[in-house]
């Protein structure tokens, strides 16, 4: 089964940068069909943000589109979401997951229980 390893979360101003990477550990990533990024605050449900099908089609939910980037590398070993002029309704806590097992159909379906391996988070912070 997949491993994920979240890193680059951190507290920035509005209008700021972050990065952040999802690193999977398990020789089970060459199948991976779909890898997403949500989001959750405390009280709600995680929210999909980005995704990127093994064919590299994406996704992006409305709040990010043109603010969020999602990429991976070619071994597809490493996810990215590069986030630009952040807000502060982006504070959350920020997952990674992977679909290893097809449930997501190549992420046309995005709810969360799709998904088998998850990271442990990273908290993004965002200052007014």
């Known amino acids: 089964q997949v491993q994920l390893v979240e890193s680059g979360g951190g507290s920035v101003q509005a209008g700021g940068s972050l990065r952040l990477s999802c690193a999977s550990s398990s020789g089970y990533s060459y199948r991976t069909m779909c890898m997403g990024w949500f989001r959750q605050v405390p009280g709600k449900g995680r929210e999909g943000i980005a995704f990127?099908?093994?064919?590299?089609?994406?996704w992006y939910t409305d709040s990010v589109k043109g603010r969020f980037a999602i990429s991976q590398d070619n071994d597809k070993k490493t996810l990215y979401l590069q986030m630009n002029n952040l807000k502060p309704e982006d504070t959350a806590m920020y997952y990674c997951?992977?679909?290893?097992?097809?449930?997501?159909?190549?992420?046309?379906?995005?709810?969360?229980?799709?998904?088998?391996?998850w990271g442990q988070g990273t908290q993004v912070t965002v200052s007014s």
């Open positions: 990127i099908a093994s064919d590299g089609r994406t």
């Open positions: 997951a992977a679909d290893w097992e097809g449930r997501s159909n190549y992420c046309y379906i995005r709810d969360p229980w799709l998904f088998a391996s």
